[in-house]
């Protein structure tokens, strides 16, 4: 039986895709979960765009693929199952030909549930790691790269740090993110972490500070993120949060995945002194 290390602790949960793992994870450590579901994570809406990177990549012209999420690469393949399955098993081989870039263990991972991995790997799962492992790989001049965006987020210093670099680019964005729960839901959140009742609030990706922050307003959020601890799951979410000047107390030293964020929490709280 797992040890309450976590009992008498409330701890939001913004997550959506695995909610319900994380919330179980946390239950069982003898926390209260308040589920608040921030970002729902779609298909792109429009599939056409999709294939025709797909078709493109399945030709074989690109030397690099860069796969910044391990979401984007699931959703290309169910893009491929749903709208052109004929293209499945020439991706999958293409993939296993190109120099594949990761930014952290999640496309790793996706990689890795193919029977793959990564060539290079970013020692910081963040933007500026994926352009220093790439600096130090070697030139890129004249080389074709595909990258897979982070929902429809155009990475800019990405993109023009690979143009500058002399390579010719292409992008593909296979997913995105919408909203979830209700407004005044999120306010309803904001409210009780304001008034104190929430020990810290774990926030797994960036959509979900946003989201936050765009609900409102704005003197709300200042003073619930005041009185709550701040977990983040790993740089780039504390990247997000540091954009509003928030600092995140609590995050994974090295493993940027729901369990070392849970075990951080066990180790900054502990329970809750009755």
């Not at 809406?45 to 797909?54: E, F, I, K, R, S």
């Not at 399945?58 to 699931?74: K, Q, S």
Request: aromatic share 4%; proline share 7%; glycine share 6%.
């Amino acid at each position: 039986m797992q040890e309450h290390t976590l009992a008498g602790r409330t701890i939001a949960v913004p997550e959506t895709r695995e909610l319900d793992v994380f919330s179980a994870m946390l239950e069982r450590r003898g926390a209260t979960v308040l589920r608040c579901p921030l970002v729902a994570i779609l298909d792109a809406p429009d599939p056409q765009p999709v294939l025709a990177w797909v078709r493109r990549f399945n030709t074989g012209t690109f030397h690099d693929l860069i796969l910044l999420t391990g979401e984007g690469l699931r959703r290309l393949l169910r893009c491929i199952d749903l709208h052109g399955p004929d293209h499945r098993s020439e991706f999958v081989r293409q993939l296993t030909r190109v120099r594949k870039i990761t930014r952290g263990p999640k496309p790793a991972k996706a990689l890795r549930d193919l029977g793959l991995k990564p060539d290079i790997a970013a020692e910081i799962p963040t933007t500026e790691g994926v352009i220093a492992a790439l600096r130090a790989a070697g030139s890129l001049s004249a080389r074709s790269v595909a990258v897979q965006l982070y929902g429809s987020e155009p990475n800019l210093p990405l993109i023009n740090f690979l143009k500058e670099a002399g390579a010719s680019v292409a992008t593909v964005a296979p997913y995105i993110y919408a909203d979830k729960a209700d407004d005044a839901a999120v306010r309803e959140l904001l409210t009780k972490m304001a008034a104190g009742t929430v020990d810290v609030i774990a926030f797994t990706s960036t959509p979900q500070v946003e989201r936050l922050f765009a609900v409102g307003p704005a003197d709300l959020v200042k003073s619930a993120l005041e009185r709550t601890q701040i977990a983040a799951i790993g740089p780039v979410v504390a990247d997000a949060l540091a954009r509003h000047d928030i600092k995140a107390q609590l995050m994974p030293q090295d493993s940027f995945f729901m369990k070392p964020l849970t075990s951080a929490m066990e180790d900054a709280l502990g329970p809750k002194d009755s």
